[in-house]
């Protein structure tokens, strides 16, 4: 059915990062304070069956989509307007999908408990072939076209070579000098990386070349249009994907029947809250450990 067209005005939040010198970086690590709401533009149908673990723009109103869950994991390519999937891999029932981005003609994908990925051609989804990785374990991945950014569920970001598969850097995530752990789904837009914290509603917008949150997005009003996102163990929301050319963004959630796509707009002061309050169990006390070079 064609998207329902809604507006709300919803919540979004960016809380600045602490003024941090690290190694020697320049000036541009240390970043004002940015402050944004948004509008719910658009609701698009999600398969309620999919367990969102990575999610992708990938061009003419489609979206690529790679799910988890043993016995039912997939890489498929979604239209967006019907949700209706158009093509569809279905993975070894020994293996659950995990994070997903597209570097040229492929796609890169990941899987949980393992340190296995596969790639696959974006049109057909033949496999092209696996490759073993050195992050504690899968989670997602995003692309800025010449390196792949990694996550296993740990305060750290990898940066990838997209050839040899070998890490070519490690950043500590660090909020106000605290590790920020759990970091899941990814996506780059304009020059950041956005995290899914997992198990929460709040996405961090990561400097990837210091590691500094520089914001934060609380999304924990959609929780309330999505009927079937009541269970915070398992319907967390998972899946961020960006339109560059339309600039427009797409959030969803595991199993959630819903897609939104959103956008931001501008507003002065921050909320009432900690980040602890709101987005628990993802800040650490910091160690001081500096990113490896």
Known sequence: MPPLLVRHSVLIFIIPAMLLTLLGLPPTATLATRFYSFDLMREYPHDPEAFTEGLLYGGNDTLFESTGLFGRSSVRKVDLQTGKVLVLHQMDEKMFGEGLTLLGDRLFQLTWLTNVGFTYDRHNFSKCGSFSHKMRDGWGLATDGRVVFGSDGTSTLYQIDPESHQVMRMVPVKYQDNDVRYLNELEYINGEVWANAFK?????????????????????????????????????????????????????????????????????????????????????????????L
């Open 200 to 292: 929460t509603d709040c996405i961090a917008i990561i400097s990837p070349d210091s590691g500094i949150v520089v914001g934060w997005v609380f999304l924990h009003e959609l929780r309330h249009h999505s009927p079937n996102s009541g269970n915070m163990a398992h319907d967390v929301l998972n899946g961020i994907a960006w339109d560059e050319d339309n600039h427009r963004l797409f959030v969803t959630g595991k199993l959630w029947p819903t897609l939104y796509e959103i956008k931001l707009r501008h507003i002065e002061g921050p909320p009432d809250g900690s980040i602890e309050q709101l987005c628990p169990r993802i800040i650490i006390p910091g160690s001081g450990n500096f990113p490896l």
